[in-house]
């Protein structure tokens, strides 16, 4: 019974956490949204990892959201190489840097509690070009899929066939990191309204 739980709890959290992407691919197919490829290039190599990492130690229907937002973000990159945001700056490039060090140190260490430590810190630096991007630019970036994003994860957390450090820590990284970015978006879209007004 528990488990038939966590199964049903682990597919409202897939559905939940992918059902934001459809307005995003929306948006970037209007234009509207420009996403910066090295945040979701890196976004995507992160959470396959954390994916495999988390099956492995017993994540189970947990895991799913992952590895479907695994699969999304991974189109997201290719887009956003094609049309997204095309202004790489010098600190974009060393969040790039950084973030590779970081999978090539997990890589090396092939260690399971390290390679999500690693992952969560590489993860908020892969967040920095998003945020970067988005406080110049608030509305060219989309605050639905970091919400229900986030609120997928949070489900995950109860669907997780093993809760341990290892399978929690890094969607939990992910629900303050996306809670921080949607807040930093609506404050500067409503800073910048308020500007306008006068």
């Known amino acids: 019974m ?4 966590k199964i049903l709890l682990g597919i ?6 992918i059902s934001g992407y459809l307005p995003y691919f929306r948006d970037m197919l209007r234009k509207r949204i420009k996403p910066h490829a090295f945040s979701w290039l890196i ?7 954390a994916f495999s990492v988390s099956i492995s130690k017993g994540g189970a229907a947990g895991a799913w959201t992952l590895g479907a937002q695994g ?3 991974i189109i997201i990159a290719a887009a956003a190489m094609r049309s997204g945001e095309t202004r790489i700056t010098g600190l974009d490039k060393l969040c790039l840097g950084l973030a590779l060090f970081g999978i ?15 992952s969560s810190i590489v993860d908020l630096i892969a967040l920095v070009p998003t945020l970067t991007k988005a406080y110049k630019n608030p509305f060219e ?9 986030g609120l997928g994860f949070v489900l995950s957390l109860f ?7 290892v399978t929690a820590l ?3 990284v992910i629900i303050v990191a996306n809670t921080l970015l949607v807040l930093m978006i609506l404050l500067r879209r409503r800073a910048l309204a308020a500007r306008k007004s006068r």
Do not use: C
């Not at 409202?12 to 956490?17: C, E, K, N, Q, R």
């Not at 890589?107 to 430590?117: A, E, F, Q, R, Y």
């Not at 970036?141 to 994003?149: A, V």
């Open 12 to 17: 409202a959290a897939t559905i939940l956490g």
């Open 141 to 149: 970036e989309s605050t639905s899929l970091f919400i229900l994003s």
């Open 2 to 5: 528990l488990l038939d739980y």
């Open 104 to 118: 090539a140190l997990w890589v090396v260490t092939m260690n399971s509690l390290w390679g999500v430590v690693i």
């Open 71 to 73: 699969i999304l973000n």
């Open 43 to 49: 976004w995507a190599i992160l959470t396959f990892i």
């Open 170 to 172: 890094y969607p939990s």
């Open 159 to 165: 669907a997780l066939g093993s809760f341990s450090l």
